[in-house]
């Protein structure tokens, strides 16, 4: 990335432009099915089709059901299109371009055209002795302390800034200010890091052993394919949460970060009158976002009690939290003087509609937030936003093989570390909310404590500067986890929520697998995910399980089983398989090392038989 | 189970499970402990083709004939289905002695009764339209079989559950208590002590690695292969479609790719296989297989530039020096029995697995599998027994 795209961050003009493109400073011409559309530069082809009034981005092959926006931060692969004649492409990651074709998809598929851009020549290695997989809080983090001690540090990620998803391009004057208070000074020693090589617009597809250390496969338009490098520093971050009940497919149901993406970064309202419905502070703060931005917000529902709420003995985990709770506070006060409904201990339970979102079902939930659907409420809405909290992103440590546990109040399976971050594989630290979800400022945190001992480890810093350079983190350390400790507590769901699908509720949105599938699968002796994925297809498709398989894990396990914990960690994880995102056969073609294979003789294994196109 | 089952099978693939479907079937009291899960090695990986048309003339054309035979009831049998229909094999020729070799091939296939046929180039272009055009001299073609593998399996698993067998998943067998010429019992890493009349060994690549834990040294070896599935896509393919030249492409190579497609019920390319040489076993994926199985697609395939490629797996499949399968009871033992290393194992297991259950129980079955019988490697081939 060069300095001058970095730049453009922190001069990020206010930009007010909500589901309208008038106060956009750059328009260009796209084509939505063949019609002409402005649309502002920069923005993505999801926000684009919004602004343009467009939710059903496609209908689905096997049911020819309508499908949009659901994750918005490029997980869940639902918001596929046809651009400029390249099929399923993730409308939400992908920026417009003057004159792109953007086509919705129908449920019967032309084939993929095999126009588009000509794959570039090979490109070369490149050797790192520190990768960092990830550019937000955490990932800056550990790139700097490593760089700035004078490591050749090469930090990778798939998106076109740095910043992640916390230090999202803001549109809106206050927030920029307010964000770049922190990202300001670390753009600025990103940009003084000698040691620093940036490679954004990089999608990290595969991690792999490698002679003295790892090798990373990458794919992006001016990305090396291989990067070899001593150690890994994983943070990949957190997707939300996923919760499956009745209608959750239907366009119009999105995620809270999708939804804060869409409002922060693009200056795109998705709708007109929306429910909230989640658990935890950040659907708060944005539901005022949203009441500012000019939405009608009919209500926020908030699952956990007021009695939970207020239990004395969370007041020492709030202390050093000013900041947060007055952020909160904010939110709060934003949303009474707006006469927002704000329902603690209540849920959603049904989304209904045609093709889109039109109404929503929403009921008080009891202390295992098991909806009570003798007192439900229907309101008229055209979005609901789901916002139960994140999990974390674990595909590069699970494909690495180090081991994971299940700790649901963190966000589910997580990699194993000890106190430096470190996995159970040396040489591979995980930080950030990729390896437990606790916030930007615990990320920050564990990045700067995983690049010092990184730095240690690769013999730039000796024992004595370590211990000096991390003396001071550990107690902020400590504070920023019992924080995070708390809102686990508070705010991850109770496994009531679980029981909102019904049988005939999609689990697996990428594949259309139903409930009633993986009960069948589950009853027919299937222990673990890996089997009901063989039997039914569930964790096949484009997320590669992102979304059904905690779902699936959560659904099949009864709510009354006291060791309910226990069994879903039976059920295990999907395992993870290259390419972790997909990718096309011209693309992963493009990664191959050599140009003539099949000539690597070794005279010596003379016995090697086939092994069969089946076995 | 409480009481001591009269067989315990050690390995739940293909052949573990179809050994069990047919000893409950004969009544006898079988356990199967899968260290894993049902299909964790090479029978869950496979691309789940019934292959016929590369069979060696004698025993393993009249077991695949026969198996093919039964496949095609096997739904039935079983009670469940598996998604079984039948797909032509085509085998791209580029040579003139692969066309030699298949044209006397195709001849003894259709002496067996098997459809089969040569195809010249333009025959090829109709038949598989997306192909790459030039650099074929045609293709050898025979009528096979297609499933799910998994769902095959479970097929087994199921019908032999409900005639009485138990198949227990996660439990691994650690060691054996040998006395003489007997295994009296094995352990389980659940620390448990399961003893049994009869043991049959079917556990794949680890065949080798049970063995030698009571004593026995078997020569299993191994190779790596990985594949790959593509995203859904319209009918485009017809035929499982793959390379004459595909042993001498892999023999003696430490890394090799031989591309094999064929479109899943579902819309998918199954696309096999970038084979490599490996110490040990393991399931991952390897940095270059998946980029250079890419590559070699897209040179028959021209027209899959933009179809994207979903997952990516692999395992390990077992074979012994002389290529053939093992199967019989161990020499020096009493009664242990191991069958591993089969060809055509989808196509054939139908039909061994009710031999193997009948060798079993003493009975005597109608085809005499004992050129398979491991006596074989007594002399200076390495193995102890």
């Known amino acids: ?615 | 189970m409480t009481t001591q089952p009269d067989i315990l099978i050690i390995g739940g693939g293909f052949a573990g499970l179809a050994i069990a479907y047919h000893l409950a079937r004969r009544g006898a009291k079988t356990l199967l402990l899968e260290a894993e899960r049902i299909g964790y090695g090479a029978s869950g990986a496979c691309a789940g083709r019934a292959q016929l048309s590369e069979s060696h003339r004698g025993l393993h054309m009249t077991l695949a004939l026969a198996g093919m035979a039964r496949l095609t009831q096997l739904e039935g049998e079983l009670g469940r289905e598996f998604e079984w229909r039948r797909l032509g094999n085509l085998m791209l020729i580029q040579q003139s002695h692969h066309w030699h070799w298949w044209t006397e091939q195709v001849a003894y296939l259709q002496d067996v009764g098997a459809q089969a046929a040569m195809l010249g180039p333009d025959d090829l272009a109709e038949a598989e339209p997306h192909l790459r055009r030039d650099g074929f001299l045609g293709a050898a073609w025979c009528l096979e079989g297609h499933l799910n593998p998994f769902k095959l399996m479970w097929a087994y698993a199921d019908a032999a559950r409900r005639l009485g067998a138990e198949i227990r998943q996660g439990v691994r067998v650690t060691g054996f208590r040998r006395v003489a010429r007997r295994v009296l019992s094995v352990q389980t890493d659940q620390g448990q002590s399961v003893a049994a009349a009869r043991i049959v060994v079917t556990a794949g690549a680890w065949t080798g690695k049970l063995l030698r834990r009571m004593g026995v040294h078997l020569p299993v070896q191994f190779t790596h292969a990985e594949a790959v599935i593509s995203e859904p896509l319209p009918p485009m393919l017809h035929h499982h479609v793959g390379l004459a030249n595909f042993y001498e492409t892999i023999h003696n190579a430490r890394k090799a790719v031989s591309i094999g497609v064929a479109q899943q019920k579902h819309g998918a390319l199954l696309i096999t296989e970038a084979v490599e040489q490996t110490p040990y076993i393991h399931r991952a994926n390897s940095a270059w297989g998946l980029p250079d199985i890419a590559r070699e697609l897209l040179a028959l395939f021209p027209a899959l530039t933009n179809v994207q490629l979903m997952r990516a797996w692999a395992a390990a499949s077992p074979f012994l020096p002389d290529e053939h399968p093992g199967i019989g009871w161990i020499p020096g033992l009493n009664n242990v029995f191991t069958a591993t290393c089969f060809h055509n194992t989808i196509t054939t297991i139908p039909i061994l697995s009710e031999i193997m259950a009948q060798m079993l129980l003493d009975e005597h079955p109608d085809i005499d599998l004992s050129p398979f019988a491991l006596d074989r490697f007594k002399n200076g081939t390495g193995a102890t027994f």
């Open chain 1, 1 to 615: 990335m060069g300095p001058a795209q970095l730049f453009d961050f922190n001069l990020m003009p206010f930009n007010s432009r909500v589901s309208a493109v008038d106060s956009c400073d750059h328009l260009i011409t796209i084509y939505i099915d063949g019609h002409a559309v402005q649309a502002c530069a920069g923005e993505s082809i999801a926000a684009a089709l919004l602004a343009a009034g467009r939710r059903v981005f496609r209908h689905t092959s096997k049911t020819d059901a309508p499908r949009g926006l659901f994750c918005g931060i490029g997980v869940c692969h639902d918001c596929l299109v046809t651009v400029n004649g390249r099929a399923h492409v993730r409308a939400c990651v992908t920026p417009v371009a003057e004159n792109m074709r953007v086509v919705t998809e129908k449920s019967q598929q032309p084939w993929p055209d095999v126009d588009g851009d000509e794959p570039a020549a090979s490109k070369r290695d490149v050797t790192a002795e520190v990768a960092v997989v990830g550019a937000g809080p955490a990932g800056l983090e550990a790139a700097l302390a490593a760089a700035e001690a004078g490591v050749q540090v090469i930090l990778l990620d798939s998106a076109p800034q740095v910043g992640g998803q916390y230090f999202k391009r803001p549109s809106r004057a206050t927030e920029s200010i307010r964000r770049n208070e922190v990202f300001t000074p670390l753009f600025r020693r990103l940009q003084q890091a000698a040691a620093l090589r940036v490679l954004t617009d990089t999608l990290v597809w595969g991690a792999f052993p490698d002679e003295d250390g790892w090798l990373l496969t990458l794919h992006g338009p001016e990305a090396p394919v291989r990067l070899h490098a001593r150690t890994l520093i994983l943070a990949p971050g957190a997707y939300d949460r996923p919760i499956a009940f009745p209608g959750w497919t239907l366009p119009g149901v999105m995620t809270a970060g999708g939804v804060q993406t869409l409002l922060k970064s693009q200056g795109i309202l998705p709708g007109q009158r929306f429910v909230l419905a989640g658990a935890g502070p950040l659907q708060w703060v944005l539901a005022a976002h949203l009441v500012e931005a000019g939405a009608e917000v009919l209500a926020v529902l908030e699952a956990t009690p007021l009695a939970r709420l207020l239990r004395l003995r969370h007041l020492p985990a709030l202390w050093g939290q000013a900041e947060r709770l007055q952020e909160v506070w904010r939110a709060w006060r934003t949303l009474r003087w707006a006469r927002v409904p704000m329902r603690l201990g209540w849920g959603v339970i049904r989304a209904q509609g045609g093709d889109e979102v039109e109404a929503v079902t929403i009921a008080p939930l009891d202390d295992q937030w098991r909806p009570q659907p003798l007192r439900a409420e229907t309101l008229i809405a055209d979005t609901l936003v789901i916002g139960y909290g994140f999990l974390s992103s674990t595909q590069l440590t699970r494909l690495l093989g180090c081991i994971h546990d299940y700790e649901p109040r963190q966000g589910g399976w997580i990699p194993r570390r000890d106190a430096w971050m470190q996995t159970s594989l040396p040489g591979v630290f995980a930080v950030g909310d990729g390896a437990g979800v606790g916030g930007a400022l615990l990320a920050r945190l564990e990045g700067r404590i995983a690049g010092l001992r990184a730095a240690h480890d690769v013999g730039r810093v000796d024992a004595n500067a370590l211990t000096a350079s991390t003396r001071n983190l550990w107690g902020p350390l400590r504070r920023e986890q019992r924080f995070a400790t708390l809102l686990g507590e508070l705010f991850t769901p109770e496994p009531g929520i679980y029981t909102l699908a019904s049988d005939d509720t999609l689990i697996c949105r990428c594949e259309e697998v139903r409930l009633r599938d993986i009960r069948k699968a589950r009853a027919a002796g299937a222990k673990t995910l890996n089997e009901i994925k063989g039997l039914t297809r569930a964790g096949m498709g484009r997320c590669q399980g992102r979304i059904c398989g905690p779902l699936a894990a959560q659904a099949l396990t009864e709510n009354t089983s006291p060791d309910r914990n226990q069994s879903v960690q039976e059920l295990g994880m999907l395992s993870v398989r290259p390419p972790i995102f997909p990718l096309t056969v011209a693309e992963l073609a493009q990664a191959s090392p050599q140009n003539k294979i099949n000539s690597n003789s070794n005279p010596e294994m003379t016995h090697l038989k086939h092994t069969p196109h089946s076995p």
